[in-house]
């Protein structure tokens, strides 16, 4: 399920299931911890009605981080790059570098 397959309607009925009150003069929803904690269940049961399956989510979440690791590493290793062009001094291209040889050392299971 996408948060496009949840319809308004069907955020309107989950407010008032989960004891949300409307305030028609402001025309918002009124809610307590109580009520924003019954609602995110409401949410999760909609958008997962067979349960979630915490593998998933676990080997989702691996990818991300995989993903934005490889991202960042990137960023470091462009910007420690040596472009005479480029005005950075030699502390900002060595830090980034560091950054750069740190993020491949988590990605090899090392800790900094």
Not at 38 to 58: N, Q, R, S, T, Y
Not at 62 to 88: F, G, H, I, M, W
Not at 90 to 100: Q, W
């Amino acid at each position: 399920m996408t948060q496009d397959e949840i319809s308004p309607q069907d955020v309107i009925e989950m407010a008032r299931q989960a004891g949300m009150a409307y305030e028609e003069k402001l025309e918002v929803y009124v809610a307590n911890i109580d009520d924003l904690q019954d609602f995110a269940k409401l949410v999760a049961a909609k958008a997962f009605p067979d349960g979630v399956d915490a593998e998933w989510i676990a080997r989702r979440t691996k990818y991300a981080v995989e993903q934005e690791r490889e991202a960042c590493e990137a960023v470091c290793n462009k910007l420690s790059a040596n472009k005479p062009d480029e005005p950075t001094s030699f502390d900002f291209r060595y830090g980034a570098g560091c950054c750069a040889q740190a993020i491949r050392a988590r990605k090899e299971g090392a800790t900094c």
